[in-house]
């Protein structure tokens, strides 16, 4: 195992995916602000809907935000030149982390994938060589890394697409009812629009979505299958980058396959002149034990997370209990309608809440579906109201429809969500059960 781990091999495949890493980060950090997604998320709302326990990270006032994106765009612009590469990183990393944690109405599973990234890409050394500090320090000038700085990122990436893959093995997706949803959406698009809405190619779609999470890593791991492998990867990222728009995530699992390859033919590809290492010498570090322990927890961590759903009662499909930090990417399509109901204690007087008085139309649809985020919504208007001096229960009632089943109520309206409190890692009796028909 630690010849396997320490052995040197060429890192002209790290550098690369640096440079492309840092570029993707400063294009979605700069992006964020061009798009109008820092104004519509940020800026905005009235409050954001942190992930719950993050109370006291809350996006800045007035223009503080821009300037926020900015500054990790410039951060991110520092990792792809390589300059004060660890400082860049380890700065990304917390204010990518304290962006994520700060808000969920536009919850992202690629948001997550940067943040684990970012984090990982701390310890490695991707700055020994074309970069500024190797030139300003020849001593970091390097040809070579040990083998674990590729295989920790395959390992990631695999974690990703194998519970991606697994995750789509239930009823609906295998009647490719959620994409059916999807593309009735994208039926006006150009050239492929009467494709979409043809009876057989959402079936195309879900199948091919499920076989290429599963295969796609084995594909890749394989030298006889490979180039196959890529040139399936590159089609079906494309699309995904033109149809569905879902950021950078499309080229940065491309980015990945960098890995897969031989050095030598990452190396023939994008640094020729470079002096290739093929000595395979073996290093050990005196840190071994210590780093054995860090990345035995990491992936521990990582490969529990996406399991603790089955340990929750209830469909994670309908109470979203265990969804977040667990791949389940474009699962399922959502919509539904909540009611907020406030009870004044000493009066007895009700009010139901008009919502676009609170929220943005973004939040307002998150939180149609989301209990997290109507509990959240709940404790909000307590607060409010206690800062009045009332004393109030609140109620919540509504329906939601997950694949266009029918409608079903998700919250018990005889249950006062002021007075619940949140539990991490249990059921919520306040959530009925879905009605399977």
Same mark, same amino acid.
């Given at each position: 195992?630690?010849?396997?781990?320490?052995?040197?091999?060429?890192?002209?495949?790290?550098?690369?995916?640096?440079?492309?890493?840092?570029?993707?980060?400063? !294009?979605?950090?700069?992006?964020?602000?061009?798009?109008?997604?820092?104004?519509?998320?940020?800026?905005? +709302?009235?409050?954001?809907?942190?992930?719950?326990?993050?109370?006291?990270?809350?996006?800045?006032?007035?223009?503080?935000?821009?300037?926020?994106?900015?500054?990790?765009?410039?951060?991110?612009?520092?990792?792809?030149?390589?300059?004060?590469?660890?400082?860049?990183?380890?700065?990304?990393?917390?204010?990518?982390? %304290?962006?994520?944690?700060?808000?969920?109405?536009?919850? =992202?599973?690629?948001?997550?994938?940067?943040?684990?990234?970012?984090?990982?890409?701390?310890?490695?050394?991707?700055?020994?060589?074309?970069?500024?500090?190797?030139?300003?320090? +020849?001593?970091?000038?390097?040809?070579?890394?040990?083998?674990?700085?590729?295989?920790?990122?395959?390992?990631?990436?695999?974690?990703?697409?194998?519970?991606?893959?697994?995750?789509?093995?239930? +009823?609906?997706?295998?009647?490719?009812?959620?994409?059916?949803?999807?593309?009735?959406?994208?039926?006006?698009?150009?050239?492929?629009?009467?494709?979409?809405?043809?009876?057989?190619?959402?079936?195309?779609?879900?199948?091919?979505?499920?076989?290429?999470?599963?295969?796609?890593? +084995?594909?890749?791991?394989?030298?006889?299958?490979?180039?196959?492998?890529?040139?399936?990867?590159?089609?079906?990222?494309?699309?995904?980058?033109?149809?569905?728009?879902?950021?950078?995530?499309?080229?940065?699992? !491309?980015?990945?396959?960098?890995?897969?390859?031989?050095?030598?033919?990452?190396?023939?590809?994008?640094?020729?002149?470079?002096?290739?290492?093929?000595?395979?010498?073996?290093?050990?570090?005196?840190?071994?034990?210590?780093?054995?322990?860090?990345?035995?927890?990491?992936?521990?961590?990582?490969?529990?997370?996406?399991?603790?759903?089955?340990?929750?009662?209830?469909?994670?499909?309908?109470?979203?209990?265990?969804?977040?930090?667990?791949?389940?990417?474009?699962?399922?399509?959502?919509?539904?309608?909540?009611?907020?109901?406030?009870?004044?204690?000493?009066?007895?007087?009700?009010?139901?809440?008009?919502?676009?008085?609170?929220?943005?139309?973004?939040?307002?649809?998150?939180?149609?579906?989301?209990?997290?985020?109507?509990?959240?919504?709940?404790?909000?208007?307590?607060?409010?109201?206690?800062?009045?001096?009332?004393?109030?229960?609140?109620?919540?009632?509504?329906?939601?429809?997950?694949?266009?089943? %029918?409608?079903?109520?998700?919250?018990?309206?005889?249950?006062?969500? %002021?007075?619940?409190?949140?539990?991490?890692? =249990?059921?919520?009796?306040?959530?009925?059960?879905?009605?399977?028909?």
């Amino acid at each position: 195992m630690e010849k396997f781990l320490f052995k040197h091999i060429d890192n002209t495949p790290l550098i690369v995916f640096r440079i492309v890493f840092g570029l993707l980060l400063f !294009l979605e950090s700069v992006g964020a602000i061009f798009t109008g997604w820092v104004t519509k998320t940020m800026v905005e +709302p009235k409050f954001t809907f942190n992930f719950i326990g993050f109370d006291f990270l809350q996006p800045l006032p007035g223009n503080g935000m821009y300037y926020y994106y900015l500054i990790m765009g410039v951060f991110g612009f520092c990792v792809m030149i390589g300059y004060r590469y660890r400082i860049a990183m380890t700065s990304f990393f917390i204010m990518w982390s %304290a962006t994520y944690l700060m808000q969920k109405s536009s919850y =992202n599973n690629h948001y997550y994938l940067t943040a684990l990234l970012s984090f990982l890409m701390i310890f490695q050394p991707a700055n020994n060589y074309l970069s500024i500090d190797a030139k300003r320090r +020849p001593s970091l000038k390097s040809i070579s890394v040990p083998y674990w700085t590729s295989l920790i990122l395959m390992l990631q990436i695999g974690i990703v697409y194998f519970f991606g893959g697994v995750a789509k093995i239930y +009823p609906d997706w295998l009647q490719a009812v959620p994409a059916r949803i999807f593309l009735s959406s994208k039926t006006d698009y150009p050239l492929v629009g009467e494709l979409f809405s043809t009876s057989w190619f959402p079936y195309i779609l879900s199948y091919g979505g499920l076989f290429f999470d599963l295969l796609i890593v +084995p594909l890749l791991l394989f030298k006889r299958t490979r180039i196959f492998g890529f040139c399936l990867s590159l089609f079906f990222h494309l699309f995904n980058a033109v149809i569905f728009q879902v950021g950078i995530f499309p080229f940065l699992s !491309l980015a990945f396959a960098l890995f897969f390859f031989e050095p030598k033919t990452v190396h023939r590809i994008f640094l020729r002149k470079k002096i290739f290492y093929a000595k395979n010498e073996v290093r050990i570090p005196k840190v071994k034990n210590g780093f054995l322990f860090f990345i035995g927890v990491y992936f521990t961590v990582q490969l529990l997370l996406p399991l603790r759903h089955w340990m929750i009662k209830e469909d994670v499909l309908w109470t979203e209990e265990g969804h977040r930090l667990s791949w389940r990417m474009m699962l399922r399509s959502k919509s539904g309608y909540q009611s907020f109901i406030v009870v004044d204690k000493k009066t007895n007087q009700k009010e139901t809440i008009w919502l676009p008085n609170y929220l943005s139309e973004k939040q307002r649809g998150a939180l149609s579906t989301k209990p997290d985020m109507i509990w959240q919504f709940s404790q909000r208007l307590k607060k409010e109201y206690t800062e009045r001096g009332q004393e109030v229960a609140i109620y919540v009632k509504g329906k939601i429809s997950v694949n266009g089943h %029918a409608y079903q109520p998700l919250v018990n309206d005889t249950i006062d969500l %002021a007075a619940v409190k949140w539990d991490h890692f =249990n059921h919520h009796k306040w959530l009925l059960p879905r009605k399977v028909k």
